[in-house]
């Protein structure tokens, strides 16, 4: 059975930090992508940032510079460090794992609430 299991969400102040973590098991193939993404009320799913089995990584522009990306693959963990939040932060963000058999899984999703 596949389990995404993420923590860290929560509430914060503007220009404040959170660290976000997924990890993932029961997944039988090797694990390619891990990203997270987010949705706001009445937005649609977005992608925050993204990294590879290799280490690449990729982000959306509203975040670069401002989160971090990263991932354990002895833990099948993937992490995301965010500083210097702001309110359009605000969102329920999910992790997303793809695997080498082109399966791809989401996380339950985690709310990170940004005060102002």
């Known amino acids: 059975q596949v389990q995404l299991v993420e923590s860290g969400g929560g509430l914060v102040q503007a220009g404040g930090s959170l660290t976000l973590s997924c990890a993932a098991s029961g997944i039988i193939s090797s694990i390619n992508a891990m990203g997270w993404y987010r949705q706001a009320p009445g937005k649609q799913r977005e992608l925050v940032a993204r990294?590879?089995?290799?280490?690449?990584?990729n982000y959306a522009d509203s975040v670069t510079g401002r989160f971090t990306i990263s991932r354990d693959n002895a833990k099948n963990t993937v992490f995301l460090q965010m500083n210097s939040l702001k309110p359009e932060d605000t969102a329920v963000h999910y992790c997303?794992?793809?695997?080498?058999?082109?399966?791809?899984?989401w996380g339950q999703g985690t709310q990170v609430t940004v005060s102002s």
């Open positions: 990294i590879t089995s290799g280490g690449s990584t």
């Open positions: 997303k794992v793809t695997t080498t058999a082109f399966r791809l899984y």
